[in-house]
């Protein structure tokens, strides 16, 4: 992977978890308000960009494992630090919105 190619990669995870984060984010908020179809559309919208990212991250550990090593840089280590944050987040806003699914039902 040229250093083009890793850059690219790069922002794709950071963009792709800054998405994700904030889609989740606007979940959580849309289940305050007792808007649950809003809900589980951002928590599917932050879905989509999880798994862009989870593309991205497996194409450099297939790259990585036939041979080709990426450069590891502070890029490269704040793109990971974002996604494992969206990951965490968004499964935190799934049980948000559960929790005020519940509440909404009694």
């Given at each position: 992977?040229?250093?083009?190619?890793?850059?690219?990669?790069?922002?794709?995870?950071?963009?792709?978890?800054?998405?994700?984060?904030?889609?989740?984010?606007?979940?959580i908020q849309a289940a305050k308000t007792g808007d649950f179809v809003t809900a589980e559309a951002k928590l599917k919208e932050a879905d989509?960009?999880?798994?862009?990212?989870?593309?991205?991250?497996?194409?450099?550990?297939?790259?990585?494992?036939?041979?080709?090593?990426?450069?590891?840089?502070?890029?490269?280590?704040?793109?990971?630090?974002?996604?494992?944050?969206?990951?965490?987040?968004?499964?935190?806003?799934?049980?948000?919105?559960?929790?005020?699914?519940?509440?909404?039902?009694?």
């Open positions: 992977m040229d250093e083009n190619e890793n850059l690219q990669t790069i922002m794709g995870l950071i963009m792709n978890g800054g998405n994700a984060k904030g889609a989740a984010f606007e979940a989509k960009a999880l798994s862009e990212a989870h593309n991205s991250q497996t194409d450099l550990l297939s790259d990585e494992a036939n041979g080709k090593h990426t450069e590891i840089s502070l890029l490269m280590v704040h793109g990971q630090d974002h996604i494992m944050n969206a990951i965490t987040f968004r499964d935190l806003a799934g049980e948000i919105v559960a929790l005020y699914k519940q509440l909404a039902a009694k």
